[in-house]
């Protein structure tokens, strides 16, 4: 008897978020589907994790193959309890998203889609990061899921290496003018002028993050933000080892 | 008139923990000292941003060549509000801890200490995380701040590479014992079996995030573990593009 395979699905939108709603139809046909996700929207975490105070686990629904819960943390925290309390045996897949939102180019660093993905990656299992570049709650997920099982097919079949998992955004466009998937690097980006300055009714001075993002490579074909400029799909295999080898090279020459 | 260096100071233990005291002091003789760090302690943030609430920032006090600001977000909107709101030009150098506690191995990507040091290579700036192998209030920095000096100013003689900060860590031995700067990748780690379950009085489970950590590669002497577990302080380059390249060839073959 063949297993079935177990499939766990996160992101940081949500539970009850449109996206994740569109990756569990995209998952369903594959497996057991476990759903652990923020219990509202939590963009912007990164790879951040609750260490002051405790977590709650909620089981929301069970319905055919697919069993929710909804986890009062971070998206990291999320995968951490699916993994540790939740599932019977280590998932054959994670896929986080599809976020409402690009996680193109520097963004990966901020995103609490992307902290899932890499959380499923240091626990050694095949991970991927999904995400539309439309924030509205009723964006279009049509085109993404149609690919996204394209991807998911591949990395079943194919499998990914140890310490890497895979960041795919999708432009917004009609089936006619997408042009397909392309593998890319993570574009050199950095957001710029980032700060709403208002005043409160004490006449005490609060901020609100903002600001736009800047492309520093934007005639670089092989990028991300390129790709999807251009109405490809990107593709951004990433490594959870930071460490710059060239550097490593460099610094042994200093004198320390 | 040569113009005085610029050094900004953050970390994830909050404006008056005694880490960034011992910072403060390292970094001192340089230059100007602009201090922008989490009104209280914000471990394991990461690179979170504050997206849903507005930021405050606090001038708490200016003396000599000192000035403290505390900041109600994460690390990461620290050094964020500080470059784009407090200093009238850019740092020449950012510094990130002294942090109470090991950032070594998968540990940087949960760390708010190196959150903000990597959103300072982000934004072009000479970065350096310190941490050391002591969580205590009261964890000795004497050895950490002699040799934190050496570091920066190879930094500021040598320069870093665009993208790339450094993650340093000391052990926590006696200056007889300890060996020396060991240039070192990031190890291969994991936290496991992290959860803590409780009920509370209303019968109802909680979790607190706990765990130990696991080196999967105890023997490989290139290692940020193996050096601290062998009296090194351990300094790790690290970059901010996660582009896994071997894997971008890869996935080419892919039927994408």
Chains 1, 2 share one sequence.
């Not at 996160?10 to 497996?31: F, K, L, Q, T």
């Not at 405790?54 to 089981?59: A, E, F, H, I, T």
């Not at 290496?161 to 392309?182: Q, R, Y």
Request: glycine letters at 8%; aromatic letters at 8%; charged letters at 25%.
């Amino acid at each position: 008897m063949k297993t079935q395979r177990l499939i766990l699905v996160s992101n940081d939108d949500g539970y009850d978020s449109n996206g994740i709603e569109a990756m569990i139809e995209v998952v369903r046909p594959y497996g057991e589907i476990v759903v652990v996700a923020p219990v509202e929207g939590r963009s912007g975490m990164s790879h951040a994790i609750t260490i002051k105070n405790p977590l709650r686990l909620n089981k929301l629904k069970q319905e055919d193959n697919v069993t929710v819960y909804s986890c009062s943390g971070t998206p990291v925290d999320s995968v951490k309890l699916a993994l540790n309390q939740v599932v019977k045996r280590c998932p054959d897949l994670i896929v986080s998203g599809i976020n409402h939102g690009s996680n193109a180019s520097i963004s990966i660093i901020y995103s609490g889609t992307m902290g899932a993905t890499i959380e499923g990656c240091i626990n050694g299992i095949p991970a991927i990061g999904f995400s539309v570049l439309d924030h509205s709650r009723n964006a279009d997920f049509t085109l993404a899921k149609k690919y996204a099982k394209t991807i998911i097919e591949n990395v079943f079949e194919k499998g990914l290496p140890d310490g890497v998992c895979l960041n795919v955004n999708f432009p917004v466009v009609s089936h006619e003018e997408f042009k397909g998937i392309k593998i890319c690097k993570q574009t050199r980006g950095i957001w710029k002028e980032e700060f709403d300055k208002r005043v409160d009714p004490q006449k005490q001075d609060y901020y609100w993050l903002t600001g736009y993002f800047k492309n520093l490579e934007p005639d670089d074909q092989t990028t991300d933000e390129w790709a999807l400029k251009n109405n490809y799909a990107s593709v951004v295999p990433i490594k959870i080892d930071f460490t710059s080898y060239p550097m490593m090279d460099e610094l042994k020459k200093w004198n320390l």
